[in-house]
């Protein structure tokens, strides 16, 4: 189960990266490429394998004017999503 | 006319020999196979790796035949790494020794696919025409695992192995793999020369779709199933390559930049050469690559359709072969006219019980 004490982690063979030609964030996967979204991108970056979900809400609710809850929703949401795309270890 | 310039390419996929150890009924290479001896030069390679980065290519796919049969795929893998590229490569694993897979961790390899003939060894070996390659396969992907890369565990399903899709599922769990690929035989190349002997019933098909769907839950967030369906039973066609030059730039051995790997096949073309033509142009504005890019070039029913930009009026190659004509819509497609040729193809291989096949060889006269 995913709740606010799950660790996220890039799988391995996953790269998070800067294309400076596209001049945007991707994420390449094994045979997989995505373009994540502007929130999904500050999701990514906070995504270290160390940090837990509650710990990525709260310095997201710390800088983005939005409620907790809300952007929690959406954390859980994109992790997942990727997770199951398999990006992502939760 | 000024065309505006399309968005950079994604994917790059070297096919770097025609040669290959084993001989797979299924293999989508062409028919007639590029001689070793035209084949790009390490050098040459090293500058369209540079290119693609140049461009804004982000992955590198070694392919081939048999990718691991080029000395140089160490260098490639290690300059493509060094340009920042993510790199893969697609392998029958019978070459990947302990030493071919520290070279290659060295080199900074991303990841590796490795090819399944079959669950078990002997109808493995039998499909592929190579004694031992199964066994060989196993020892690749612990070597993968114990090296700490990914793995993708893919496994190429037509009549003859699909009734163990259930069994290469465990197999695939039990090498650890956290991608696989079940993927129907797609009819191309060699494949399409066997089409009678390898092509499944509705009923298999459904039986696929059945075992698949269950392991999906089971292995949800553990293991990724991408799971390619046969055209042939479809209702609608698969988005060939992504688009026409919308995302992929595949090159043959030779150095001929195509749209799909098939694209040679299609009659009235001339695809340019890397070794003529500069990567950002072909991409840009080669007639190969603009042909039947975007929706300009696409007839009824496609035109006016609301998924033509979902699945880009289909494959290329297979109007070419089914429909008789390059541009129609694929005939996978049920708004096709042409869509009951793929039932009538359905119903010859059903009548078909003959379960032999032509290997793929390379003709070196
Ligand atoms: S499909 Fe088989 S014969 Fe074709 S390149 Fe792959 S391993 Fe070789
Ligand atoms: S009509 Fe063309 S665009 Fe529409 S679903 Fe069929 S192939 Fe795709």
Known sequence: ?90 | MSVPAPAPPMGLIIELTHRCPLQCAYCSNPLAMDAPRSELTTDEWLDVLDQAAEIGILQVHFSGGEPMARRDLVQLVAHAAARGLYTNIITSGVLLTDAAMAALLAAGIDHIQLSFQDAHAAPADRIGGYHGGHEKKLAAARRIREAGLPLTANFVIHRQNIERVGEMIALGEELGAERMEIAHTQYYGWALLNRDALLPSAEQLAFVNGVVAQARERLNGRIAIDYVVPDYHAARPKACMGGWGNRFINISPSGKALPCHAAETLPGFTFPSVREQRLRDIWASSDAFTRFRGTDWMPEPCRACDRREIDWGGCRCQALAIAGDAAATDPACHRSPDHHLMAEAIAAAGANTVLDFVPRRLNQD
Do not use: Y
């Not at chain 1, 929690?72 to 994109?78: F, K, L, M, P, S």
């Open chain 1, 1 to 90: 189960m995913t709740d606010g004490a799950t660790v996220p982690a890039f799988r391995r063979g996953v790269k998070f990266r800067f294309d400076t030609v596209r001049e945007a964030w991707v994420l390449l996967a094994p045979e997989k490429l995505f373009m994540p979204d502007e929130i999904a991108v500050e999701i990514l970056k906070l995504v270290d394998g160390a940090r837990s979900i509650d710990a990525i809400v709260d310095d997201l609710a710390a800088r983005f004017d939005a409620p907790r809850d809300e952007i929690a929703t959406d954390v859980i949401a994109t992790l997942e999503d990727l997770s199951t795309r398999g990006a992502l270890q939760l």
